[in-house]
T-cell receptor, first 113, second 113 residues
Framework: KQEVTQIPAALSVPEGENLVLNCSFT??????LQWFRQDPGKGLTSLLL?????REQTSGRLNASLDKSSGRSTLYIAASQPGDSATYLC????????????FGTGTRLQVTL | DAGVIQSPRHEVTEMGQEVTLRCKPI?????LFWYRQTMMRGLELLIY????????DSGMPEDRFSAKMPNASFSTLKIQPSEPRDSAVYFC???????????FGPGTRLLVL
């Protein structure tokens, strides 16, 4: 059974700092991996999706990398801002249809002024 | 589009009562997902539909839980009878065809006393 772990569980950084969030998964036979953002009291918003054949994806200040063979992904946030404060979850897709995603428990990020 | 709509946003009920959660997916989306999020277990997929047909309900915890999708624009998740351990945030999400991104609703926060 696929297990997805995110470390650290919580992180606090000062504004402007670059940071890395980690995601690891036990079964490397995945089709893709997604990073989501969840704001308090709200649903999840998809940030980046990396196909298994890709090494990384970028969107603005966000860069996600995938090392499928080692079962790891990282989300890099450049020049962090208070508005980046949220919980970040990664999810892996074992089916190729994004119908059965296995989610990590998330990293709660706080960016302070 | 208004996004995925869920109602109610908050529900407080007593053990043994029936609870019905409602979801309206994004128009044109043919996949609908029900998730449950708790501190202990994180985000778990309960059931998903494709073209109004339940495809996989292996995540439904027990017979007290049931879900229906009578048409493309409406789905319900029912818990009968409810128990305190059902307290969680329940999310509905939808996606379209081969797109891999799921769009989440704001969730229903359920408290069973």
């Amino acid at each position: 059974k696929q297990e997805v772990t995110q470390i650290p569980a919580a992180l606090s950084v000062p504004e402007g700092e670059n940071l890395v969030l980690n995601c690891s998964f036990t079964d490397s036979a995945i089709y893709n991996l997604q990073w989501f953002r969840q704001d308090p009291g709200k649903g999840l918003t998809s940030l980046l999706l990396i196909q298994s054949s890709q090494r990384e994806q970028t969107s603005g200040r966000l860069n996600a990398s995938l090392d499928k063979s080692s079962g790891r992904s990282t989300l890099y946030i450049a020049a962090s801002q208070p508005g980046d404060s949220a919980t970040y979850l990664c999810a892996v897709d074992d089916t190729g249809t994004a119908s059965k995603l296995t989610f990590g428990t998330g990293t709660r990020l706080q960016v302070t002024l | 589009d208004a996004g995925v709509i869920q109602s109610p946003r908050h529900e407080v009920t007593e053990m043994g009562q029936e609870v019905t959660l409602r979801c309206k997916p994004i128009s044109g989306h043919d996949y609908l997902f029900w998730y449950r999020q708790t501190m202990m277990r994180g985000l778990e997929l309960l059931i998903y539909f494709n073209n109004n047909v339940p495809i996989d309900d292996s995540g439904m915890p027990e017979d007290r839980f049931s879900a229906k999708m009578p048409n493309a624009s409406f789905s319900t998740l029912k818990i009968q009878p409810s128990e305190p351990r059902d307290s969680a945030v329940y999310f509905c999400a939808s996606s379209m065809g081969q797109e891999l991104t799921q769009y989440f609703g704001p969730g229903t926060r359920l408290l069973v006393l």
